[in-house]
């Protein structure tokens, strides 16, 4: 039972050396940030999902040729309230948390009434993003919590909503060569009709020293509102897909309920089981022109799907192209709660078997439509691939996907690469558990990927940063933080050349480290 990934994680707040073998290239100056769940149990109260866990970010900083590990629990209002009960007190998307059983009839009606409009809770454990020259740890509600990168003390709480009407708003936003930051965000609640939002923080946001402490999000601006598929069920969505000129927006089948997560606290469930995969429905993609705000007027749609993460999108010869990992069910949400996470990995491969695999899938639309085409036309002429977008009878376009790959999960890329034509992705292998437990790079051109694995361990999300002087897409190196089972297997940074995938360095920590989710690598600009 790998019970070290529910464990409460240990903060290391001060610098802790490394014990580095291999060798790290001179020019990798700079921090790995990294943030995930890092404490499951409170008193006598536990997370129900892993996914709950309170935010414990940790980084690993690059100084000629040493590195240098801390971690610190994300200092949330919720992390404070909790603490300081000696108690979890704040729901999360998996763990419905109710009143102290000993307030008064008054105060528990209170409670039901100002739950009925969620207000989420502000522990941001998906991602760190950055907004302007502001890093924030995120997740995907209304709260973000701006962080010190290299101290990683807690600088304070922004509210979204007090610079834009959104309930919700994802933790991968996309980031253009000047510098900008591109977000989408959801608007359920007393923001009048219900909408996707797409919006935009300009580089310069964070403005001069003057005015240092004003957020970034103070300078955002709107590109465009985009209405639900279905009134009372807006799509989930976890990420979206950016080319040169166009944002991806795909509105999958896999569901919020509103009116179930309005009554959840009354009904003695969690946010999470809101959420409904309707197998049945269309997955609609919306293409939306990021510098005017126009939106696409032709309907693409695909079959029924779930994807969390989009791995990258670029325009070829007329065709928008953009690469996901799907799945057929909604199932992966379900894997990650403790008790499921508790089985020996043998029993849980056996129990979950009939999970979708994750699968790499790539999508082409058409910009130019010949209306005149005959019904059941492919209108794909790129010759890379099998994807196919078919004209029907109304004038809408049917796509089905090219699939590139199966098994890999947290997808990265080359982000100098982002929104353009590229070759190569890299992610961790999974199979039928929740665990990953190899690190993969996938060559998109010849199908064929290279892996690096060691026994015992669990890799975390590979974050690719490209060498100064590169010329071909994979010069560079990998970097990912490595737990083992065995107690006494010590944790560390492996350090992969990108190109061949075979390992040049190890940073070896000398204490815990905990699973973690998402990150970015911050170039040390004073080299």
Known sequence: MLSFFWRNGVETPEPLKADVTGSIPPWLQGTLLRNGPGLFSVGNTSYKHWFDGMALIHSFTFKDGDVFYRSKFLNSETYKKNIAANRIIVSEFGTMVHPDPCKNIFSKAFSYF???????????????????EDYYASSEVNYINQIDPLTLETLGRTNYRNHIAINLATAHPHYDEEGTTYNMGTAIMNFGRPKYVIFKVPANATGNKTNKKKPALRKVELICSIPFHSTLYPSYFHSFGMTENYIIFVEQAFKLDILKLATAYFRDVNWGSCLKFDKDDITLIHLVNRKTGETVST?????????????????EDDHVVFDLITY????LYDMFYIHNMKQDVDKFIETNNEFSRPTCQRFVLPLNIDKEAPPDTNLVKLQDTTATAVLKQEGSIYCTPDTIFEGLELPGINYKFNSKKYRYFYGT???????????????????????WIEEECYPSEPVFVASPDAVEEDEGVILSSVVSFNPQKPPFLVILDAK???????????????MDLHGLFIHDKST
Request: proline share 4%; aromatic share 12%.
């Open 429 to 451: 292998r999974v199979d039928w558990s929740p665990y990953p437990s190899k690190i993969a790079k996938v060559d998109i051109a010849t199908r064929i990927h290279q892996v």
């Open 328 to 331: 057929q069910d909604s199932n």
């Open 500 to 514: 061949s995938f075979k390992e040049i360095a190890r940073a070896t920590i000398d204490t815990a480290i905990h």
């Open 299 to 315: 309907k693409y749609y695909a079959d029924a799907f779930v994807v969390f993460h989009h791995i990258n999108a670029y325009e």
């Open 114 to 132: 100002m739950n009925a409009i969620p207000d989420f809770t502000d522990n941001n454990l998906i991602n760190i993003i950055r907004y302007g």
